[in-house]
């Protein structure tokens, strides 16, 4: 088993288990592309799985939208399609791939959810159909990809930025294909929005989470003591709280065991293989 310090995948995913609790249902699909997919995929099921063996035994880990608890020990790689073989023939508790299986989704049984685009603004609104004007963009994206469920009927949105910069973190997306908290609050009820958005904003360099009456996202904390001189270099809208802002904290010995030795110990889901 791997020795050493935390690494940032590593501290990323045990942040996020400890925000899960017993009995949730938690979903995240599949991206491609290596820092998306560690971010939008791998980052995620690493957080699930360590949760069920903390505290949350009783977490359903729903991989696709149809593959229920899967066994990841089994992987040797990581599926790079929703319907790959791989996946398919993975064991897990239970598989829904007809209808009316995927009408769940909209029966509010979700408790939280993974999303990445290409933009993320102040408000927590997403962006993965277009660059520039959408009658005539710069480039065309691949769609909104179920991030309109995701951001209005989960019960609450991780977004997994693998990349901060000023091009992905940008005052106002081209194209809302996940909507945040444009106006708090109140903005999301005058859209008929009374459930769910966005809970943090992880990238490799810090969370956020949400002043939600404001409609604004704030730091949580940063990764390295060094990003407080970086991160708003990064960042394309304006950020209150730097200084003040805590280095997030590390897993703890017990929970980088089991993420080393248990959860992940061919190194595929947290980028180490």
């Not at 102040?122 to 991030?147: A, E, F, H, M, W």
């Not at 805590?246 to 703890?252: L, Q």
């Amino acid at each position: 088993m791997r020795t050493g310090p935390a690494t940032i995948a590593e501290t990323i995913a045990a942040q996020l288990a400890r925000s899960f609790r017993d009995g949730e249902v938690g979903f995240t699909g599949l991206v491609t592309g290596e820092a998306a997919t560690l971010y939008g995929t791998t980052i995620p099921l690493a957080a699930m799985l360590l949760a069920r063996r903390m505290h949350a035994p009783n977490l359903t880990v729903l991989l696709a939208g149809w593959s229920h608890n899967p066994d990841l020990s089994a992987l040797d790689v990581v599926p790079d399609s929703e319907f790959d073989a791989v996946l398919r023939d993975l064991p897990c508790d239970a598989q829904a791939v007809t209808y009316p299986g995927q009408i769940r989704f909209k029966r509010g049984d979700i408790d939280f959810g993974f999303s990445s685009g290409a933009q993320v603004d102040r408000t927590g609104c997403l962006n993965s159909v277009c660059i520039g004007d959408y009658r005539k963009p710069k480039v065309r994206l691949v769609g909104p990809i179920l991030q309109p469920e995701h951001m209005t009927i989960f019960g609450r949105e991780y977004i997994m930025m693998p990349h901060h910069t000023r091009r992905t973190f940008v005052d106002k997306v081209d194209y809302v294909s996940g909507v945040g908290y444009p106006g708090g609050l109140a903005g999301r009820a005058a859209l008929g929005l009374r459930h769910g958005g966005p809970e943090w904003i992880v990238t490799p360099h810090c969370i956020f989470d949400f002043d939600r009456e404001g409609g604004r996202a704030r730091l949580r904390s940063i990764h390295r003591e060094e990003g407080r001189a970086t991160i708003p270099e990064d960042t394309g809208f304006a950020l209150d709280g730097i200084e003040a802002a805590p280095v997030t904290e590390a897993p703890t010995d017990e929970e980088l065991r089991l993420l080393r030795g248990t959860v992940d110990p061919k190194g595929i889901l947290l980028g180490r293989a």
